[in-house]
């Protein structure tokens, strides 16, 4: 059983487009994130929702929304790609709101390519 | 300004040799973590360290936090073909939540 799902595993657009990646978490965990991981493999956060709720935003572009329908879902929409979001974008899930100490569970990537 | 520095950025051995990676920073960390990412995969937590001068061991990988919270290391021994992936180095700073990650050492262990 997987633990955190991301779907799609790939997606290739075309600038301008607007797209969106899902995912799924049932671990019963109450905090969800997202991630973008450069093509240097430099791993930054982007998102932090716990219960739903959104916690962290790290300046990241208004083009970028994220949507919690429930704790156990946190999607990702992007408006208006452009080149430079081009990475692999990880969900991610811990039982608490705590980065200190708590385990975070990455799913398994989703790869946007922006042409 | 890189607030966790991880070096060696790339690490290509040989089975059997012992190896050692390195998380420095001029900042005082709560906690740090090691996570190790393969090749299309999310990353997965290694450990957690909390302690200053805390040292753990995972069979044949060894953690330390230094005794100031500044900096980590990771060692392994007698590495292994199956060792091979990108090492992050995540800490939380004192106060602050959300995960800071280095730019992790890419190790290649070669049979």
């Known amino acids: 059983d997987t633990a955190v799902s991301q779907t799609p595993k790939y997606l290739v657009t075309q600038m301008g487009n607007d797209k969106s990646i899902k995912c799924e978490q049932n671990l019963g965990h109450d905090t969800m994130y997202w991630y973008k991981q450069d093509s240097k493999k430099f791993l930054k956060i982007m998102f932090s929702y716990n219960n739903k709720e959104l916690i962290i935003n790290e300046t990241v572009p208004n083009r970028f929304s994220p949507k919690s329908p429930d704790k156990a879902h946190l999607n990702l929409h992007i408006n208006s790609l452009e080149l430079g979001d081009s990475a692999v974008y990880f969900c991610a899930s811990s039982q608490e709101f705590s980065g200190s100490t708590d385990t975070q569970y990455f799913g398994p990537g989703t790869r946007l390519t922006v042409l | 300004t890189q607030l966790l520095e991880q070096s060696p950025q790339f690490l290509s051995i040989q089975e059997g040799e012992n190896l050692t990676v390195y998380c420095n920073s001029s900042s005082v960390f709560s906690s740090l973590q090691w996570y190790r990412q393969e090749p299309g995969e999310g990353p997965v937590l290694l450990v957690t360290?909390?302690?200053?001068?805390e040292v753990k061991k995972l069979k044949r990988l060894t953690f330390q936090f230094g005794d100031a919270r500044k900096d980590s290391s990771l060692h392994i021994t007698a590495a292994q073909p199956g060792d091979t992936g990108l090492y992050l180095c995540a800490g939380a700073l004192a106060g602050y939540s959300t995960l800071t990650f280095g730019k992790g050492t890419m190790l290649l262990v070669s049979p």
């Open positions: 360290v909390v302690t200053g001068g």
